[in-house]
């Protein structure tokens, strides 16, 4: 059964798994590095608190929810989906980086009005992800929101 898939170029004589078998092990290391590098340069805490939003905007809950640290929307309390056919821009205007943590600020302006909101988004693994919790805790004193604090 062997011989069946061996192959003859110029009375030389390899099985087609050993010609095969090396190519395809560079073509999945070429996928996997192309995938790590294309992650790595989307995963910014500002890139993902945009793709938040906008999938907020759009109506996506469920990719909105894939970007948050907690993996669901919950209670959360952001209007980010009247924003969709509303005319009100938005863009980062700032961001504040220490270690894993990131408050990116987002600039939204309608009409001649103009407000900035805070964004928490952690680093998990190699990714950012928008903290719902962090973000709440920037909006709301801490006796309204329910959940451990991150003070010890």
């Known amino acids: 059964m062997q011989e069946m898939f061996r192959i003859s170029c110029r009375g030389k004589t390899a099985s087609l798994g050993a010609r095969i078998f ?3 092990i560079l073509a999945a290391t070429l996928a996997t590095l192309v995938a790590q590098v294309a992650g790595c340069s989307s995963s910014t805490p500002d890139k993902v608190v945009l793709e ?3 999938a907020r905007a759009a109506g996506n809950e469920r990719r909105a929810a894939e970007l948050t640290v907690e993996g669901d929307l919950g209670d959360y309390p ?3 989906p009247y924003l969709g056919g509303s005319g009100i821009s938005y863009q980062v205007s700032g ?3 220490e270690g894993d943590l990131a408050r990116v600020t987002v600039l939204f302006q309608w009409d001649d009005q103009e407000v900035e909101v805070p964004y928490v988004a952690l680093r998990k693994g190699s990714r950012w992800k928008v903290s719902l919790e962090e ?3 920037l ?4 006796n309204e929101i329910e959940g451990p ?3 010890g």
Do not use: A, K
């Open 52 to 54: 938040f939003i906008g």
């Open 149 to 151: 604090s991150r003070e």
């Open 22 to 24: 090396p190519s395809l």
């Open 78 to 80: 952001g209007g980010e």
């Open 135 to 137: 973000t709440g805790r």
């Open 139 to 142: 909006w709301l004193p801490d």
């Open 95 to 97: 961001i504040e980086v």
